[in-house]
């Protein structure tokens, strides 16, 4: 089974509109993180925004927030005032265990556009 | 913030022959280092992971002579692909740890095997 599931290939967003990207994962420990990163078409890998498993808040950076929903398996991206700039691709991780050295386990991207 | 470096940025080399990319981090110690590989429009997938000082653990898949890696010291660590081939061509990237939750990426080297 897939550990992270990103359901959505591309969208389209409307500059200065807020877009929600899904990720849904499939973990049986208890803690775990989750982590979002944009890569832009020169290929780098930006870290965005990180949630814990144990987190009680939605985490915030910015413009970017992650709408984590625990019981449904969910962490899903949310960006505000989308910007010219933030077209890319999205990739949603996951980490399991509690050493913050395990790997990472990428979903399969969404390929944002925004529109001008 | 962290930052971390590869080398080469991208590099094109005749199938057969070996080539090294290398991984930095410039401005802190990193215990663990990651190495990803990505294909066109694919996510990334990854290969090994490095510890300083001991061998690295790789993914099943992945053929431990074909990608030799070495993380000699606390701030470096080498992916070597030997007698590369045309499928070896993909876009390599590496990441190190800090202590913290995140990952920091590298930049990413592309690969091209003629």
């Known amino acids: 089974a897939q550990k992270i599931t990103q359901t959505q290939p591309g969208m389209f967003v409307q500059e200065k509109e807020a877009v929600t990207l899904d990720c849904t994962y499939d973990?049986?420990?208890?803690?775990?993180?989750l982590f979002w990163y944009k890569q832009p078409s020169s290929g780098e890998m930006i870290f965005l925004i990180y949630?814990?498993?144990?987190?009680?808040q939605n985490a915030t950076e910015g413009r970017y927030s992650l709408n984590f929903q625990k019981a449904r398996k969910s962490a899903n991206l949310v960006i505000s005032a989308s910007q010219l700039g933030d077209s890319a691709m999205y990739f949603c991780a996951m980490r399991e265990g509690w050493n913050a050295g395990n790997m990472l386990t990428f979903g399969g991207g969404t390929r944002l556009m925004v529109k001008p | 913030g962290a930052v971390v470096s590869q080398h080469p940025s991208w590099v094109i080399c005749k199938s057969g022959t070996s080539v090294k990319i290398e991984c930095r981090s410039l401005?802190?110690?990193?215990?663990?280092m990651f190495w990803y590989r990505q294909f066109p429009k694919q996510s990334l997938m990854l290969m090994a992971t490095?510890?300083?000082?001991?061998?690295?653990?790789?993914e099943q898949g992945v053929e431990k002579d074909k990608f030799l890696i070495n993380h000699a010291s606390l701030t470096l660590s080498t992916l070597t692909v030997t007698s590369a081939h045309p499928e070896d061509s993909s876009f390599y990237i590496c990441?190190?740890?800090?202590?913290?939750?995140?990952?920091?990426f590298g930049p990413g080297t592309r690969l091209t095997v003629t």
């Open positions: 401005d802190f110690q990193a215990t663990t």
């Open positions: 973990t049986s420990d208890q803690s775990y993180g």
């Open positions: 949630q814990g498993s144990y987190d009680e």
């Open positions: 490095s510890n300083e000082g001991s061998k690295a653990t790789y």
């Open positions: 990441s190190a740890r800090r202590g913290g939750a995140e990952q920091y």
